[in-house]
């Protein structure tokens, strides 16, 4: 499946919060998000990612492992995404370091997530602060075949809207990236 996903930065996050609150029920969470490469950088430079992501909710914790391919969609940057939920957090990192996998980068999403169903898709809607990043950011994504991804980014661009977000809101900035150019810049 395809993770069909477009970001933005919010410019009136209250707004936003507000009109996700008329959709559904928001869940907080706090993403713990650690990036595996190889020493090399080969899953980077064939723009691959994999993830260990730990979920602390009001409820619970769980731990996700992640694979994301290369990009299907230059334009969002949306990715094939293979996911599944963990037992033990601390043994699939020490597997991937034991597989020759090292830690490339590690950060702290806060998180709202809103599930809610638009245009006969299942979405996700999540607004995200970075700590070490100046600004709110929503992500909205859908699950599609790959034949699907232009038809799926349409009805995402028109439920942003709905949410107030426009166009020129939309963003390719990667977590990743910003966090890494942060930590450069402060260390400088």
Known sequence: MIEAELKARVRAPEEVLR?????????????????YDTVDGALDARDEELRVRTVHGPDDTRTLLTYKGARVDEES???????????????????????GYVPAIAFEKRCRNYTFQSRGRQMLATLVRVPEL?????????????????????????VLAELGIGPDDLTSELYTASVKAHRLNATA
């Not at 009109?19 to 990036?35: K, N």
């Not at 940057?77 to 597989?99: C, F, I, W």
């Not at 709110?136 to 349409?154: G, N, S, Y």
């Open 77 to 99: 940057g949306s990715k094939p995404e293979h996911e599944t939920r963990v037992q033990d957090a601390e043994a699939v990192h020490a597997t991937l370091r034991g597989l």
């Open 134 to 158: 100046d600004g709110t950011f929503l992500e909205l994504e859908t699950q599609v075949e790959e034949k699907d991804v232009a038809a799926a980014l349409h009805d995402i661009r028109a």
């Open 19 to 35: 009109r996700l609150d008329q959709r559904s029920e928001g869940r907080v969470e706090v993403y713990q998000d650690t990036y």
